[in-house]
């Protein structure tokens, strides 16, 4: 008998509501200035010393951000750019010096186990391209000014790993006890000196389906998960926001309730601006329909003549089916094209317009057309952290065409 499944009906109601498009916005202009001169003031935090400090914005030391016009066009997004977000600072470095020795605890099974990474790597293998997006990715455009990373667009990039299948690991085990309804996992990142380790703790509980596609992964883009993006084993589950990709996961448990620690009881949740967190919110589960142009990023003039307008579409629901782009701020629309290899419903499609632009100024955007016939809404929904924005008029670029 399969376990019961959580109530996420609430979760469904506010993601077809982000979907119809919420509040009132205007459109927050990009400002290339501001962001090289933050890029310019702060300097890489030593656990992401290896990333490209030309192409990427520094909030914080635990905040880094891909520039717009630093992704390209090769489809994966490159470890030297891809963002970073942290909630807990990183474990010691010398987790990854031997990253076979690394163990997991698998619990909520017929038969409860701790594995090590050099087992994991007997019980199967996989790979899988998905979107990394961070919760916040677009909470810049906010107007009450959300407390977090100001990110724009650069906090999500597409992403290879390769491990093996959660679902493998628990066939492996017996399967899935009876009645649990959560799959809750708990990352290794230090917990500060005299602070209540529910307070602070990486730890965060989905619907036990989503075992279906996740991994135990040991490898990111072709190389071992470096430390700053959660090595030596990260569980991943794609289609979902980041913060349940847990880093350094130590434990992979299946529960009949959700996890009482706070970054689920109340963080990462939805609500109205000035309401505090609360487990009866919706969670910050399954992605939204989202696009937006990577090129020209509005960051120098473009030549008049042809121009190759360029950027991703990803959902974490319904796949991308079709994008459209704009030339003139959402007041009329065209069919852009793929291009590049389809990585499979949970990696981001590129796409592209072929426009021959006449010197003069643009605001040049785009929507994603889901299979299930959804677009992408123009207008943020408001909320208190300023979370899966997808409107697409925030995330407009502003073009000098000379």
């Given at each position: 008998m399969k376990p019961d499944a959580p109530n996420i009906d609430l979760h469904r109601r506010w993601l077809l509501a982000a979907g119809a498009g919420g509040a009132a916005a205007g459109l927050s202009g990009f400002s290339p200035a501001s962001l090289a001169q933050q890029a310019a003031t702060k300097p890489l935090p030593p656990v992401a010393s290896f990333k490209d400090a030309d192409?990427?914005?520094v909030h914080s030391a635990s905040g880094v951000e891909t520039q717009r016009s630093a992704f390209g066009t090769s489809g994966i997004t490159d470890l030297d750019i891809l963002f970073l977000r942290n909630n807990l600072g990183a474990p010691n470095a010398s987790i990854v010096a031997n990253p076979d020795a690394w163990q997991v605890d698998i619990q909520g099974v017929t038969s409860p186990r701790t594995l090590s990474v050099a087992e994991l790597k007997r019980m199967g293998l996989a790979s899988v391209a998905m979107v990394l997006q961070c919760s916040g990715n677009g909470r810049a455009f906010?107007?009450?000014?959300?407390?977090?990373?100001?990110?724009?667009?650069?906090a999500a990039g597409n992403t290879l790993w390769s491990g093996v299948r959660v679902k493998d690991v628990v066939t492996a085990l017996g399967g899935v006890r009876e009645g649990m309804r959560y799959m809750t996992s708990t990352g290794g990142e230090t917990i500060?000196?005299?602070?209540?380790?529910?307070?602070?703790?990486?730890?965060?509980?989905?619907?036990?389906t989503a075992m279906e596609e996740a991994i135990l992964a040991w490898e990111l883009n072709g190389r071992p998960?470096?430390?700053?993006h959660g090595g030596p084993l990260r569980l991943v589950i794609p289609g979902f926001y980041g913060v349940n990709n847990i880093k350094y996961v130590k434990r992979v448990a299946f529960t009949t309730e959700e996890t009482d620690a706070n970054i689920q009881a109340s963080g990462y949740r939805v609500r109205a601006v000035g309401m505090k967190g609360a487990p009866t919110?919706?969670?910050?589960?399954?992605?939204?329909?989202?696009?937006?142009?990577?090129?020209?990023?509005?960051?120098?003039?473009?030549?008049?003549?042809?121009?190759q307008i360029h950027g991703v579409a990803f959902s974490g629901g319904s796949p991308v089916a079709g994008v459209e782009v704009s030339l003139d701020g959402g007041r009329s629309w065209q069919p852009a094209q793929f291009f590049g290899p389809d990585q499979g419903r949970y990696a981001w499609r590129q796409f592209v317009l072929s426009a021959k632009l006449p010197p003069g100024s643009y605001v040049i955007t785009s929507r994603a057309i889901a299979a299930d016939g959804s677009v992408q809404p123009e207008l943020r929904v408001e909320n208190e952290r300023g979370y899966a924005h997808n409107g697409w008029r925030d995330h407009a670029v502003k073009v000098t065409v000379s």
């Open positions: 192409r990427v914005i906010f107007g009450h000014k959300a407390s977090g990373s100001q990110w724009k667009v650069g500060p000196p005299g602070v209540e380790p529910k307070k602070v703790m990486v730890e965060r509980s989905v619907p036990w998960i470096p430390l700053a919110q919706p969670s910050m589960w399954e992605m939204n329909l989202k696009s937006f142009v990577t090129g020209p990023a509005g960051d120098a003039p473009v030549r008049a003549g042809d121009v």
